[in-house]
């Protein structure tokens, strides 16, 4: 590993920098090369070498000699005609070096398939929460929705959110609520079914708030995890995570649940992030409850924002099955016991207790 040294080219990009981190995580040696000027080139690994374009007849020379100075031995091509030009460098036996990984487009290829391959399993999951309800959300639309809030931060894994596209298709008319959205995964989730079934507009609640956040009947290690986050850069991912979704029928409260509760119920229209106000209509048809998971916060949670649960509604109850304590579980348990006679169906599913009112 000592003589592992990469050469990045075109060292431009965010793909690039990606792998600049990764390799500087691993200790390897890399050296950085383009043909253009980088203005946004990080800072920390070495200079920025340049090369002609791989179009221009001294490019080869100028990079054999690039690689007898720094003896380079791998070469990373992010770019998808660079990396068939480097390849048929290597095959022609023009060039000593090993490429790293596939052909960007390959790459693309074949993580499309990938994607393909867990929507195909996870569809007949989806259309069987359906339950038979009007059609249910197709192949690709599934995909393309896993696809997009995989970019986002958050632990609803897939099967919560194949779920949750499945339980839609059953909902009433009302509005969709969420209490504790992070960086917005399981919002952009909620806002996208909102729209594709006309449910109603979408109010989604955190306070971004370490006292908030502190999960008193937890282990010490995850205080410790949550007592480390930026709650301002937070709250700025969500708004920012959001901005490919629609935004004219989704607000957000920076509140305690509690408090965004007196609001919700208040009666007063609340401002989108574009100022346009949306006027709810206080009778929920979806709610996702992620909020702080202590035993007495989750009660109170479903104590307040059940009371306006519409008949035939869904309760989306987060981390139902949870390793750092069993708030949700306990609450969850005592919900369907009490209120047994009011529900038409549950079930659980990536952690999650999904439960459907008569």
């Keep these: 590993m000592t003589n592992f040294v990469t050469l990045v080219f075109p060292a431009l990009g965010t793909t690039s920098a990606d792998y600049l981190t990764a390799a500087n995580q691993r200790g390897e040696k890399v050296v950085c090369a383009a043909s253009v000027r980088d203005d946004d080139f990080p800072a920390g690994f070495g200079p920025l070498h ?3 374009s791989i179009n221009d007849a001294v490019f080869e020379p100028q990079l054999l000699d690039l690689v007898k100075t720094h003896a380079i031995t791998h070469v990373y091509c992010p770019v998808s005609t660079v990396y068939a030009f480097f390849d048929g460098l290597i095959r022609r036996g023009n060039l000593d070096l090993q490429l790293i990984g ?10 499309h398939h990938l994607l393909m391959a867990k929507a195909r399993r996870l569809h007949p999951f989806a259309q069987q929460c359906a339950n038979g309800a009007r059609p249910s959300i197709g192949l690709i639309e599934l995909a393309g929705v896993l696809r997009f809030s995989s970019l986002i931060y958050g632990e609803s894994n897939e099967n919560k959110l194949a779920a949750m596209m499945g339980v839609f298709a059953s909902a009433p008319k009302g509005d969709v609520v969420e209490i504790g959205s992070l960086m917005g ?16 507009p979408i109010l989604t609640i955190d306070p971004w708030s370490a006292r908030e956040c ?5 282990p010490d290690s995850l205080q410790l995890v949550t007592d480390a ?5 937070l709250h700025e991912a969500f708004y920012l995570n959001l901005v490919p979704m629609r935004a004219n029928d989704h607000a957000h409260l920076r509140l305690p649940s509690a408090l965004a509760f007196d609001t919700y119920i208040g009666g007063a229209p609340i401002d989108t992030m574009i100022g346009k106000p949306v006027d709810y209509g206080r009778a929920i048809a979806v709610i996702h409850i992620d909020g702080n998971h202590d035993y007495q916060s989750v009660k109170t949670d479903c104590e307040l924002w059940l009371s306006r649960l519409l008949p035939g509604a869904w309760l989306i109850l987060d981390d139902y099955i949870w390793a750092h304590g069993d708030g949700p579980y306990r609450v ?16 659980v599913s990536g952690k999650a207790l999904f439960v459907k009112f008569k």
Excluded at 102 to 111: F, T
Excluded at 229 to 233: F, I, L, R
Excluded at 332 to 347: H, T, V, Y
């Design 50 to 52: 340049t090369l002609p």
């Design 185 to 200: 995964r399981s919002a952009s989730v909620l806002i996208y079914l909102a729209w594709r079934y006309d449910t109603g």
């Design 102 to 111: 596939k052909s960007p487009v390959q790459l693309q290829i074949d993580q």
């Design 332 to 347: 969850g348990n005592a919900l369907l016991q009490e209120r047994a006679n009011e529900i038409e169906q549950s079930f």
């Design 229 to 233: 986050w930026d709650y301002e850069v």
């Design 214 to 218: 502190a999960q008193l009947d937890s």
